[in-house]
């Protein structure tokens, strides 16, 4: 049986905790989920938001293909993927990932992955948004975040 991801990019907020028992209900095998949700920092007390934009279609394509690959890589049962885009203030949800499996290290590894590769693969760009009321620069992609992809080469 093929596995199917659940993918969304989505303005509203999600909330973890039921998008967990949705996948858990999903088949009795599942004997470890790893839950992974991404927060708008404020990086200091700098920032009051971050602005995320992405390419319609395409983001929804990707993390389509990030999820696949992890469900063969691991051997996942169940795999959601939700990132947001819009202004999101501090403290609030960006991203969520989960991934369910037999065993718990297949379950980490598949979050893993699949947030190494959306933070340099997907198509989504963030903007910073100051406490003083400036508006920063588009954020370009770090050295590290690409190390931890390639990681899983």
Same mark, same amino acid.
């Given at each position: 049986m093929e596995i199917q991801p659940t993918i969304r990019v989505q303005a509203q907020d999600f909330d973890a905790a039921v998008e967990a028992r949705l996948l858990r209900n999903t088949d009795k095998s599942i004997g470890a989920i790893v839950t992974f949700t991404g927060l708008c920092r404020d990086d200091g007390g700098t920032l009051s938001a971050l602005e995320l934009e992405h390419y319609p279609g395409m983001a929804e394509a990707e993390m389509l293909r990030i999820a696949s690959l992890a469900i063969d890589r691991f051997d996942l049962l169940g795999l959601t993927a939700i990132h947001r885009y819009g202004k999101i203030a501090t403290?609030?949800?960006?991203?969520?990932?989960?991934?369910?499996?037999?065993?718990?290290? *297949?379950? =980490?590894?598949? *979050?893993? =992955?699949?947030?190494?590769?959306l933070k340099t693969a997907a198509p989504f760009w963030k903007k910073e948004h100051g406490k003083d009321g400036t508006s920063g620069n588009w954020i370009t992609a770090r050295d590290a975040d690409e190390s931890a992809k390639d990681k899983w080469r």
């Amino acid at each position: 049986m093929e596995i199917q991801p659940t993918i969304r990019v989505q303005a509203q907020d999600f909330d973890a905790a039921v998008e967990a028992r949705l996948l858990r209900n999903t088949d009795k095998s599942i004997g470890a989920i790893v839950t992974f949700t991404g927060l708008c920092r404020d990086d200091g007390g700098t920032l009051s938001a971050l602005e995320l934009e992405h390419y319609p279609g395409m983001a929804e394509a990707e993390m389509l293909r990030i999820a696949s690959l992890a469900i063969d890589r691991f051997d996942l049962l169940g795999l959601t993927a939700i990132h947001r885009y819009g202004k999101i203030a501090t403290g609030d949800n960006i991203v969520l990932v989960i991934a369910a499996s037999r065993h718990r290290q *297949a379950a =980490f590894d598949g *979050a893993n =992955f699949v947030m190494d590769y959306l933070k340099t693969a997907a198509p989504f760009w963030k903007k910073e948004h100051g406490k003083d009321g400036t508006s920063g620069n588009w954020i370009t992609a770090r050295d590290a975040d690409e190390s931890a992809k390639d990681k899983w080469r």
